[in-house]
């Protein structure tokens, strides 16, 4: 029984894991079977095997990025936890005092006005000496040049 262009035979696939690079190159063998089925000559079988060789590499590349990036998507889950389940205050804030993150142990801190504003709850919780100076450094932080900034 012969399988229709594009489609894997369960035969070929059984024994390989289904991967980026074995898929490629069961298709490649299936076409290869066709192509040599057909009586095409040897330069043709050798330019395309030429391709499929270049073609096999790509997937060899993307299926490493692909894993990478699956690697990553763990660790940046797992820097999510830690975050959020440290048992103190943990902020992201700009330098206007606009917040952008806050864990669980920080909007216990920061009360019950957190819900309606985090970042006016913040600026309750901090006297104007303290704004200020968070203020400047978070300013100084965002400017790589170490410039003062003049408003």
Do not use: C, K, W
């Not at 489609?7 to 059984?14: E, K, N, P, T, W």
């Not at 190159?25 to 030429?50: I, K, M, S």
């Not at 669980?104 to 801190?109: K, L, T």
Request: cysteine-free; overall charge neutral.
């Amino acid at each position: 029984m012969s399988s229709s262009p594009g489609r894997i035979d369960a035969d070929l696939a059984g024994g390989f894991g289904h991967d980026l690079v074995t898929l490629t190159e069961l298709q490649f063998r299936q076409v290869e079977g066709a192509l040599t089925a057909a009586g095409l000559d040897e330069a043709v079988l050798l330019g395309f095997n030429r391709l499929r060789l270049g073609v096999v590499e790509q997937a060899a590349a993307l299926g490493q990025l692909i894993e990478e990036g699956a690697r990553q998507q763990a660790d940046l889950e797992a820097m999510h936890r830690l975050l959020r389940d440290a048992p103190v205050p943990i902020l992201s804030i700009d330098a206007t005092l606009g917040l952008h993150y806050s864990n669980e142990a920080a909007r216990r801190f920061l009360g019950e006005s957190f819900e309606q504003n985090g970042g006016a709850a913040l600026r309750r919780s901090l006297t104007r000496p303290q704004i200020g100076r968070l203020s400047a450094a978070l300013a100084r932080a965002g400017d790589p040049a170490g410039r003062r900034r003049r408003i």
